[in-house]
């Protein structure tokens, strides 16, 4: 059924096709006649008929079958034979699909129609089994068949268990079955999740799973079937049934502000209101989760000045879910002296209600506890002064002094767990130690590319367990080992280049910025060495790492200047977590167009971004434009075509990814040039859009 | 010899072709000849088809064993000659019993199955003979003996069997998979890619050697690869004993149509195939075939001579038991007739018997292995004992395949006659007791011309097998 080469069709089989593309037009036409006129007559139905069986694909034809069988049932009066020729109805429907099925068994439409039939309760579902067994028998692997089956398994009751054994034999028949392999998954989250006798605890489930599929790796490493097993069992052992959060501000800082009204000693503050001081708290989760509100999170501290907060998600999914969520908080200035401390406690989980997208409950209450010293009376108000530009030249840039450790950033890594019992995970890392030295044993007899990405993989969620269990220890850590992995697949595997190097990015990101000394080693301080003001802002830069995609973003929540420049990021996904981020660097870069910066949307306190050098518009085409929410789309709002900004038409079409991610934002200092798209034309767009730029490519404007 | 009167007399006298004997290489023969409009007559001494390929039930079957073994040897009846005849009569001896004629294409003393993807089987899909026979059982299983446990084992013969498989190492597992994929790989590019194709060199050397030099093989699989996969009959590791060593070549051809022959035919998983009732249909249904071709049969007719012409001693025709001479262009003798050393053409595979091969059939209430029908079993060299020199090869047939009373296992045993002495070789414990060793495949006669006729017939299938030979103690 699979790997046929296409063969050119020969003469006489193109001329049996122009026949019966001939008959199927003619039939198309008187049925699409009966269709319109809604003629449910024998003759018109059996039209249908015959049309679906040359073509079981037209879903026009199913549609009008469904409308008919409506149209008799709901005829139907005499109630001694109803249920009879309610049955004889549906009974020449289900022969109707069985007829078309044998023409093409892959035909949705078809498999649509019988469930559609099945779901009206009135048919034997023993027969579909057996139907089943039929198709399975002469394709395995057909999905339809299998998406069928857990339909009407799940009709009928038919115990997981008996199914998970019906998986068992298919694959016994041949392991190189991927829908037999995903149903075993799928049918063993619900044993799982039930905890039914014989499938708990779960660890003991997965050690037999990574056995069986053991068998079917090291037979024939190159079927991939059993390696995508293999990946969903690796992410049952190691997702963790414990939420975890990082914050901002971090448990046990202490917060104060400078005579200027600036956070810490940082130049470049987050917002200020005039009646008080405000910055956001951000509650950074292991997995994307709901419920986060004034109840779910609740906010203890003297005073009573903060009352009921506003969380928002950041990013969140369709279903409301988000890793992030933010509220403001504000905090009054009273020139109290000296001035007061105010210790803030948010307790997470205080009432249930936060429920993760795995469907973790966050049910054990936790807190974060952290000081703001009240800001001094004579506040300054960032509106008025000059604003400077911010320059990344390498002179500006400092090795801290000692004392900014005591910044946030020093307990910034400091990760909140709600579980009571952290170290539940031993049984995980022998599991996954297991697989490793299994892993190694394969390599060992064969080079294998998907056996080296799994032991890399292994690698990872060994450490990661690791640190699950709070036992972060450098030295048992394999960072390395997995680094060289991903660098000799590089090589091995060139059409997969870009995912490598993506992971490559991640694990060293992860390793570099895992620990507190070796996080320092990338912190600069900056002040520009003519300036007469003395800034004293902390720099986090990861230029020039050759990083394709960022990650780690739980630990950089404190990061209000980041440089990335000199790297090749295409994607800047995750930077919106980063809601303190007040200057960007992205020069020398691999981002090919607007598109690629949404993110920044988010990002309200940026000021200063530099995507110079990149490949803007570069690219006639942007591969990921769908991800991107189009004009036309009604996510984006219906304030696109206000006039607000006086821009003109042209302009509109040119640069509609500039605006829908430009627009809103605060920036007082861009620089684009050495994009293919910069022009005069640009500045004068982006002039308009950003009505607080003060620097553009290094000029000053107005 | 019986009265001659009760002989029928054969019309017409004159044929194309005259086979002698209804032994499966025969039979085709004469199918082939009369579907290409040759008038042949096909005649048997036996009242039964099939020579030494008949599937007998079990008195016909002890009468058989006797009748041969009171007369090793038949003398040919001393004939008159007849002066006033231009023809001499050069009498016919028959050679010993046991001697027999294999059809399996690859291994003459197997078990006689079929691989789903032989000769055998290529001619009769080819043929459509199958529609004068019953259906094939599937051979269920084939386990091999582990003589360090004392336990039968399944062989991992292709990849699910692997997958399956309890007894071999992970790293087993691979190695082996990668060693099919490798065998497939050299199949596949015949003639195309030549990196994937095994060197010459390699083809030509021992395929032992092949296997743990060139592949790596542990001693296990090699094991199982030579005895129960490529079916070597010798100890291939033992250079002072085996008589045949299996070529690198060989092995893979062995190898290849194993595994061509796994998933053949829907209703076979395995690589190998039984008829039901026996492989005597085989030779039945081509002689059903060359019968609808117009082929006369005569059975109960033995042939006591042939009619050789008196000038240049060549070949005119047979003189048959009821002193009918008949006359035929051509003449098909069964190999087990013994032709006096004057005559030419005489077959040299009846000379120079290299290989002796012991048989034993067994009827018993307990299968080997409980929950399979059919299956094979094989017992490596040395694994039973350590002067064990060749493989042992059972097949146990059930009653699904008519050739055992239902309830019974019918099992035939072969081995190598290398063997020391074999009457008191001890058997492994998994071997049923061998009290029933004489009693033979159980099989009900049935009708034989019946059925649909039309078609035609085809090539003829290469039938190297038809000389080779072996003997029974």
């Not at chain 1, 559609?116 to 034997?124: A, I, N, P, T």
Request: with cysteine; charged share 20%.
């Amino acid at each position: 059924m699979h790997g046929r080469p296409r063969k050119a069709p020969s003469e006489e089989e193109e001329e049996a096709s122009a026949v019966k593309a001939a008959k199927l037009r003619a039939l198309q036409s008187q049925f699409l006649q009966f269709h319109h006129s809604k003629t449910y007559t024998k003759e018109a139905i059996e039209v249908s008929a015959q049309l679906l069986q040359l073509n079981p694909e037209y879903y026009t034809a199913w549609n009008y079958r469904k409308l008919a069988v409506e149209h008799y049932l709901s005829g139907e009066t005499n109630t001694d034979t109803l249920s009879e020729s309610i049955k004889s109805i549906l009974d020449e429907e289900l022969k109707v699909v069985e007829n078309a099925l044998r023409i093409n068994y892959k035909a949705y439409g078809a498999w649509h129609h019988r469930k559609w039939v099945l779901s009206k309760g009135y048919s034997s579902t023993d027969r579909e089994l057996k139907l089943l067994a039929k198709f399975q028998k002469a394709d395995a692997r057909n999905f339809h068949a299998w998406n069928y089956r857990r339909f009407v398994t799940s009709l009928t009751n038919v115990p997981v268990q008996e199914e998970l054994q019906y998986t068992t034999e298919m694959i016994y028949d041949n392991f190189s079955n991927y829908s037999a392999w995903h149903n075993r998954s799928v049918l063993l989250s619900h044993l799982l999740k039930d905890k039914v006798e014989g499938y708990f605890p779960k660890q003991d489930v997965l050690t037999e799973e990574y056995e069986f599929v053991r068998n079917a790796l090291f037979t024939d490493p190159d079927d991939q079937s059993g390696w995508f097993y293999h990946l969903w069992l690796l992410d049952q052992t190691v997702r963790p049934d414990h939420l975890s959060v990082s914050s901002w501000p971090p448990h046990c800082s202490n917060l104060h502000f400078s005579v200027d009204g600036l956070l810490d000693c940082c130049a470049l503050s987050p917002s200020l209101l005039s009646s008080g001081l405000t910055f956001p708290l951000i509650l950074c989760f292991s997995e994307a989760v709901e419920g986060i509100n004034s109840s779910t999170v609740a906010i203890e501290c003297e005073y009573d000045i903060i009352n009921d907060l506003i969380w928002k998600p950041i990013q969140a999914n369709k279903s409301g879910q988000a890793h992030l969520w933010m509220a403001y908080l504000n905090f009054p200035t009273n020139g109290s002296h000296p001035p007061k401390i105010y210790q803030v406690k948010a307790s997470i989980g205080q009432s249930p209600g936060i429920i993760s997208s795995s469907g973790i409950f966050c049910s054990h209450s936790s807190c974060i506890v952290f000081t703001v010293s009240e800001p001094p009376s004579n506040l300054r108000s960032g509106e008025g002064y000059d604003i400077e530009r911010i320059d990344w030249e390498e002179e500006n840039f400092s090795l801290p002094e000692r004392h900014s450790e005591d910044l946030g950033l020093a307990n910034s890594f400091y990760e909140l767990r709600v579980s009571e019992d952290p170290k539940g995970y031993e049984k995980n890392i022998d599991i996954i130690a297991v697989e490793i030295a299994y892993c190694r044993e394969l390599l060992k007899e064969m080079d294998c590319k998907i056996g080296k990405l799994t032991l890399a993989r292994l690698l990872m969620a060994h450490d990661e367990l690791v640190s699950y269990n709070g036992e972060n220890d450098q030295k048992t850590s394999s960072y390395k080992e997995v680094l060289e992995l991903y660098r000799d697949l590089m090589i091995l595997d060139p059409p997969h280049l870009q995912y490598y190097k993506d992971q490559y990015s991640l694990v060293l990101l992860r390793q570099e910025l895992s620990n507190k000394e070796s996080l320092l080693k990338y912190c600069r301080q900056y002040g520009e060495a003519s300036s007469p003001t003395k800034n004293n802002c902390v720099c986090l830069r990861l230029d020039h790492l050759s990083i394709t995609r960022i990650g780690c973003i739980d630990r950089l929540l404190w990061v209000q200047m980041l440089d990335l420049s000199y790297n090749e990021l295409r994607s800047i996904e995750g930077l919106e977590a980063l809601q303190l981020l007040c200057c960007l660097n992205l020069r020398n870069n691999k981002l090919c167009s607007f598109s690629a910066l949404e993110p920044l949307k988010q990002l309200k306190s940026l000021k200063a971004l530099d995507i110079s050098c990149n490949e803007i518009g570069g690219h006639s085409v942007d591969t990921r434009r769908y991800l991107f929410a189009s004009p036309l789309s009604h996510k984006v709002g219906n304030d696109w075509f206000s006039d607000e900004f006086s821009i003109s038409s042209a302009d509109m079409t040119n640069y509609w990814e500039a605006l829908t991610v430009f627009k809103g934002l605060n920036l007082t200092q861009l620089d684009i040039k050495g994009n293919p798209i910069t022009d005069e034309k640009l500045k004068l767009f982006f002039s308009k859009i950003l009505p607080e730029l003060k620097w553009f490519d290094g000029e000053k404007l107005r | 010899m019986e009265d001659t009167a009760s002989y029928p007399t054969i019309e017409p006298s004159n044929f194309d072709l005259i086979v002698v004997g209804t032994g499966l290489p025969e039979s085709i023969l004469a199918a082939a000849a009369s579907a290409a409009g040759k008038s042949v007559l096909h005649i048997d001494s036996n009242p039964y088809y099939g020579s030494h390929f008949a599937s007998l039930n079990l008195q016909e079957f002890t009468t058989f064993l006797q009748s041969q073994s009171q007369s090793p040897n038949s003398t040919p009846a001393e004939i008159q000659p007849d002066s006033s005849s231009e023809f001499e009569t050069v009498p016919l001896a028959t050679r010993p019993m046991y001697s027999s004629v294999e059809i399996i294409s690859n291994s003459p003393e197997d078990p006689k199955v079929l691989f789903c993807a032989d000769e055998m089987m290529n001619l009769i899909v080819k043929t459509d003979i199958h529609q004068y026979m019953g259906a094939f059982q599937s051979i269920d299983g084939s386990y091999v003996f582990d003589g360090s446990n004392g336990c039968l084992r399944n062989v991992p013969d292709s990849r699910s069997a692997i997958f399956k498989d309890k007894s071999l190492s992970l790293a087993e597992k691979n190695q082996l998979m990668r060693f099919f994929k490798l065998v497939q790989g050299h199949f596949q590019s015949d003639g195309g890619e030549e990196s994937k194709r095994i060197s010459e060199k390699d083809l030509e050397s021992p395929f032992v050697e092949f296997l743990s030099q060139k592949i790596g093989l542990s001693e296990k699989l090699k094991s199982i690869i030579l005895y129960a996969i490529a079916m070597a009959d010798y100890d291939q590791e033992n250079k002072e004993v085996c008589k045949v060593v299996l070529k690198t070549k060989e092995g893979i051809d062995r190898l290849i149509l194993y595994h061509s022959s796994i998933g053949r035919f829907p209703d076979a998983p395995g690589a190998m195939i039984y008829p039901i009732y026996g492989q005597g249909v085989l030779l039945e249904s081509f002689c059903r075939r060359a019968a609808v071709k117009g082929c006369t049969y005569v059975l109960r007719m033995p042939v006591v001579g042939l009619l050789v012409h008196k000038d240049d001693t060549s070949y005119k025709g047979v003189k048959l038991a009821s002193g009918q001479e008949l006359f035929g262009h051509q003449l098909i003798l069964a190999p087990s007739f013994i032709l006096s050393p004057g005559l030419a053409h005489s077959s040299p595979g009846m000379q120079g018997v290299k290989v002796k091969v012991t048989r034993g059939i067994c009827i018993t209430k307990n299968p080997l292995k409980p929950e399979v029908a059919n299956c094979l079993v094989f017992y490596p060299p040395q694994s039973l004992c350590p002067d064990q020199l060749t493989s042992v090869r059972v097949l146990q047939l059930s009653s699904n395949v008519k050739s055992s009373p239902s309830g019974m296992a019918c099992k035939l045993v072969t081995r190598g006659a290398a063997l020391p002495c074999p009457q008191t070789q001890p058997l492994p414990h998994t071997l049923p007791q061998r009290n029933n060793q004489t009693k033979a495949t159980y099989i009900p006669h049935y009708p034989i011309f019946s059925g649909k006729f039309g078609f035609g017939f085809c090539s003829l299938p290469q039938l190297k097998e038809i000389n080779s030979e072996s003997e029974i103690n």
